[in-house]
């Protein structure tokens, strides 16, 4: 038996209710459905959940729930699949004597809500975070049994103090699987993803959102010229008349692709230093790119005099974010190879970087377009095989010269294509 303090509400034709509940006791008390006797049995239009995802939750969820020390869930919901006829609910105005009107209204329907132990509770909404909290209390022991194991499973430690953890949990009466399910349905249908741009705003446990927010701050080297903004945080892509430079998205990619070596992590933070010395790697690849490439130093040129830019962009696919992801591709190979970026830059400016020039049709221009950019990371990364086959060919493996002739090879539709002169 338990009693918990809780409020009692309603919406529509569903009565529910607000509990507070410690995270050792919720996982003692509330199951998912797919542990259900009769789970196997159901059919798609009785079932009422979608099956967990297991990888997701060992290799995501359960770090978060252990690393972060400011580890937070919204809301689960749970349903009490069955045993609600027996579940007690007793206001606070039946406990007290007479009281002001303004309290007694809340009152009654705040109070205490008593689990006599046979009800069954199915987590309806958030069943990968309950399992999270599961495992990361438990260890192994919380994963559900007939899990096929995968390595991150070896790792797993059980943390019995995250049990203390308290959680906001919504009970809902189980009426018909019907109704469960179109609950289900309809707080995930109508829960919006927050955008890309968003969650690198907003995330301060992933390094290369970290970074590139640092690089438009003030004293960054894409800070703000005045009052214009080089990137555009706001949207993944520049309107041939925007005044940026690039997207704070494409900043994002960068600093993936020039770390990529370095095994920075999306979910944690390094420690200061190592995080100043990632920064710092991104921020260089930045500064003399600014400094060197002539097209940006066209740019800022107009920039700094208020001047449009559109022109400029509508002549050279360099102020593209899709061409500066694949510069860090550049980047990153020139980095294994030993090679100076500032020596690379140099050669740049020696490449035809205008719409027209065929060798970017189907690489980094849709051919049969008007100025459109190629996305794609594997279509990015083909790109920056090719400029750096362009800027370093003498430096390139035989192999690596091969995979770019067959770029080629692939982007004109001919076999007897051929590479084009390196620059020297």
């Known amino acids: 038996m338990a009693t918990l303090g809780c409020f009692r509400a309603r919406m529509g034709e569903t009565e529910y209710y607000v509990v507070k509940i410690a995270a050792g006791e919720l996982v003692e008390k509330v199951g998912i459905a797919k542990e259900m006797p009769e789970w196997p049995d159901m059919t798609a239009e009785e079932k009422m959940q979608r099956e967990c995802d297991i990888r997701r939750i060992v290799e995501e969820i359960v770090p978060y729930v252990v690393d972060d020390p400011d580890h937070f869930f ?10 609600f006829e027996e579940i007690k609910f007793e206001p606070l105005s039946d406990a007290v004597g007479k009281i002001p009107e303004a309290y007694a209204m809340p009152m009654a329907d705040m109070g205490f809500l008593t689990l006599p132990g046979k009800e069954r509770l199915i987590a309806l909404d958030g069943q990968h975070r309950l399992l999270s909290l599961r495992i990361a209390i438990r260890g192994m022991m919380g994963i559900p049994a007939g899990t096929k194991t995968f390595p991150a499973m070896n790792k797993l430690v059980p943390h019995p103090e995250l049990a203390k953890d308290e959680l906001c949990v919504i ?7 019907a109704k469960i399910r179109k609950i289900f349905n309809k707080i995930n249908k109508y829960a919006k993803q927050t955008s890309r741009s968003d969650n690198i705003i907003t995330s301060d446990d992933d390094t290369f959102a970290v970074i590139a927010r640092r690089l438009i701050a003030d004293g960054g080297p894409l800070a703000p010229i005045g009052k214009i903004e080089l990137v555009n945080w706001k949207s993944n892509t520049l309107s041939q008349r925007s005044k940026n430079l690039t997207t704070l998205s494409a900043l994002y990619t960068i600093s993936e692709t ?7 992590s999306s979910k944690v ?10 920064y710092q790697k991104v921020a260089n690849f930045w500064v003399v790119s600014l400094a060197k490439i002539q097209a940006f130093q066209e740019y800022l040129d107009l920039t700094r005099n208020d001047f449009p830019v559109s022109k400029l962009r509508e ?25 100076m970026w500032e020596t690379i830059v140099e050669r740049l400016n020696k ?17 049969s377009s008007n100025k459109k950019m190629i996305t794609g990371k594997d279509s990015i990364r083909c790109a920056g095989a090719v400029i750096a086959y362009l800027v370093m060919g003498s430096e390139l493996t035989r192999a690596e010269v091969d995979e770019v002739r067959h770029i080629i090879r692939n982007a004109r539709n001919d076999d007897n294509a051929k590479l084009p002169p390196a620059i020297v």
Request: charged letters at 25%; a neutral charge.
């Open 74 to 83: 919204s809301s689960l919901i749970v349903d009490i699949y069955s045993g």
């Open 171 to 177: 009970l809902v009466k189980h009426t018909d699987n």
């Open 258 to 264: 020039l770390l990529k070596d370095e095994r920075y």
């Open 269 to 278: 933070l390094p420690v200061k230093e190592e995080l100043e010395a990632a």
């Open 315 to 339: 002549k050279n696919i360099l102020l593209k974010p899709v061409t500066q992801m694949a510069l860090a591709h550049v980047a990153l190979k020139a980095q294994r190879k030993g090679v």
């Open 351 to 367: 490449i035809d970087w205008s719409y027209t020039n065929d060798l970017w049709f189907n690489i980094l221009v849709i051919g």
